[in-house]
């Protein structure tokens, strides 16, 4: 079919192949009741084609208006620069490809409850009071909604500073929970993941310097009261355990 396309020339065609109507718009015939249009351009050097619709959906004349609405775009004007339309239609897939999968994804927090839940039973009254109570004072305001691949160092950093001082206890039990947690529910044959709650270099020199432990000793009992007291000690009720001689 040479020049612009006709109708009759569309409804009729049914060998396989490409057939431009010209300015870029190309029918595309892969079987008989496998036909569509396309708008083919170059941008960046790079040959594109852009879906236009089914010929079921779409007519000649709807075709060369979506091919001209399509050409403009990429063509730009004087106050608009041209896109890559092709590309652009991609990362709309792929931002909504992530959308999908971030809704599909456990929140930290849910993460979290079924941690506990699976570790419960063989856990002491001490953890079972610790860990919900301590992930629900200090992670999950900041963390608990995101998903994990959404969890930064920055995160971690950000709860753990205002503790890591004063709380340095509780602070790395947390610290240590939440890396738990995380490394709980990632692939383990992902080769490019990094714990953000790892305690790394530059996780601990972003934090508060610690003032180093002070370690405070008992006075030495004066030698002049030990007779007391080992009287004393003989007389306290309880088992006394000595080291055993190696």
């Known amino acids: ?103 599909a994804l456990p929140t930290f927090e849910e993460c979290a409850e079924a941690y506990i839940r699976a570790n419960w039973s063989s856990w002491s009254e001490k953890h079972r009071d610790q860990w919900p109570s301590s992930l629900k004072r200090y992670a999950y305001d900041s963390i608990g909604k995101l998903t994990i691949p959404e969890i930064k160092p920055s995160h971690i ?24 947690i995380i490394a709980k529910n990632v692939d383990i044959d992902d080769p490019h993941f990094r714990n953000p709650a790892e305690l790394t270099r530059q996780l601990r020199e972003k934090l508060p310097k610690r003032p180093k432990r002070v370690v405070r000793h008992h006075p030495a009992l004066p030698y002049t009261e030990a007779p007391a007291f080992m009287k004393l000690l003989a007389g306290a009720s309880g088992t006394v355990f000595t080291r055993p001689k190696l």
């Open 1 to 103: 079919m040479a020049g612009r396309l006709k109708p009759l020339d569309i409804e009729r065609q049914t060998k396989p192949g490409k057939y431009a109507d010209g300015d870029g718009l190309y029918w595309i015939v892969t079987g008989p009741t496998s036909k569509s249009w396309s708008y083919r351009y170059w941008k960046d050097r790079k040959e594109r084609w852009h879906g236009l619709g089914s010929l079921k959906d779409v007519s000649l004349k709807d075709a060369r208006l979506a091919r001209d609405a399509a050409r403009l775009r990429v063509k730009g004007d004087r106050s608009t620069a041209g896109v890559d339309i092709v590309r652009e239609r991609r990362k709309a897939r792929e931002e909504a490809k992530a959308v999908e999968a971030k809704f």
């Open 157 to 180: 950093h950000d709860l753990l500073e205002p503790i890591w001082v004063e709380k340095r206890e509780t602070a790395s039990r947390v610290r240590g929970r939440i890396e738990t």
